[in-house]
């Protein structure tokens, strides 16, 4: 029998009317039936609003809250509302553009609770479906194969927010670095979600499951990664001086929230640091002993060029990178 959980959804909302009827209509049809909708508004100057307030209206007996968003990108707005998420409660966050199928939910929770008990918390993820704009399916997401762990996340962001789950014991970790989180500015919430949990000496489950339709559309913040054209550009990231920047934000929110960590990874933390500070082929070199990989022996291979040039020393923060 799934165990009953609490959750607070997470649904940062900008300029999102033509899609974000679809996905509150999937949220309602949510087997699970524990859930609370927090939407949190960047500014929208279109009907987005409108149409939550309608579907709130048209369920009375959810607990359905309605903000202003900090107005400063979609990562900060989702982490201004991890402070919102009640003790006990699990959080999922939620984009406005997806379609979750009935099951997204009960899965995860179902996936969770027969992992057994963690301690330092949990978090889920699976793949998504990847569709157009019209939700034709077009394929499923990448599977990744190489184990989830922190030594992979604080190199590589492959726990997609838009299929996360965190119970309420991960949710409470969260809770405690965000701040941390916000002032380093870090370039993505679920990147992050995976280096404090994974750090902190939670369990990371991902799950090969498909329960989200991931819309594809010219508004996308961030879109497929499946593709070879994609999967081109992200390594040629690695080494484009963004990167660089990108470790940096991590680092500083990871070191804010250090307490947290497990002596080990603490340690690990610290010695990634001291490699980023070296020299080319030093840090290459630092890199490989620590033992950090992404998910591709490309991709870590693109890692290590990268390092040997020099481009993780310094970068800009424009971009991100999955």
Same mark, same amino acid.
């Given at each position: ?164 789950? !965190?119970?309420? +014991?991960? /949710? &409470?970790? #969260? ?5 941390? @989180? =916000? ?84 340690? !690990?933390?610290? +010695?990634? /640091? &001291?490699? #980023? ?5 030093? @840090? =290459? ?38």
């Amino acid at each position: 029998m799934t165990r009953m959980m609490p959750i607070a959804i997470l649904l940062a909302s900008y300029d999102g009317e033509r899609f974000i009827g679809a996905q509150l209509d999937s949220l309602a049809g949510q087997i699970h039936r524990d859930w609370r909708l927090i939407v949190s508004d960047d500014g929208s100057s279109d009907d987005t609003l409108g149409v939550v307030r309608r579907f709130a209206a048209a369920h009375p007996s959810r607990r359905i809250e309605i903000r202003q968003g900090p107005r400063a990108g979609a990562t900060q707005n989702f982490l201004s509302m991890i402070d919102l998420v009640e003790p006990g409660e699990a959080l999922a966050f939620c984009d406005q553009d997806d379609v979750w199928l009935p099951h997204r939910l009960s899965h995860g929770v179902a996936a969770m609770t027969a992992s057994g008990p963690s301690g330092r918390g949990v978090l889920h993820v699976t793949r998504t479906t990847i569709c157009d704009e019209a939700l034709k399916v077009l394929r499923p997401a990448p599977l990744f194969t190489r184990p989830p762990g922190f030594r992979n996340a604080l190199v590589q962001a492959c726990t997609p927010a838009n299929t996360m789950l !965190v119970d309420p +014991e991960g /949710a &409470a970790l #969260l809770k405690a670095g965000r701040k941390g @989180a =916000a002032e380093a500015d870090v370039i993505s919430h679920d990147w992050w979600a995976y280096q404090l949990i994974s750090g902190a000496g939670g369990r990371v489950i991902r799950d090969p499951a498909q329960t989200v339709l991931y819309r594809q559309h010219r508004g996308n913040v961030m879109g497929r990664n499946d593709t070879a054209r994609a999967i081109l550009a992200r390594l040629g990231q690695l080494g484009a001086g963004d990167f660089g920047g990108w470790l940096r934000q991590n680092l500083a929110a990871l070191k804010a929230a250090r307490d947290l960590l497990t002596p080990e990874n603490a340690q !690990v933390l610290e +010695e990634f /640091a &001291a490699a #980023l500070g070296s020299p080319g082929p030093l @840090a =290459a070199a630092r890199l490989a002993r620590l033992g950090v990989y992404r998910q591709t022996r490309a991709g870590t291979a693109a890692l290590m060029l990268a390092a040997a040039a020099g481009r993780l020393r310094s970068g800009t923060r424009d971009g991100r990178d999955r």
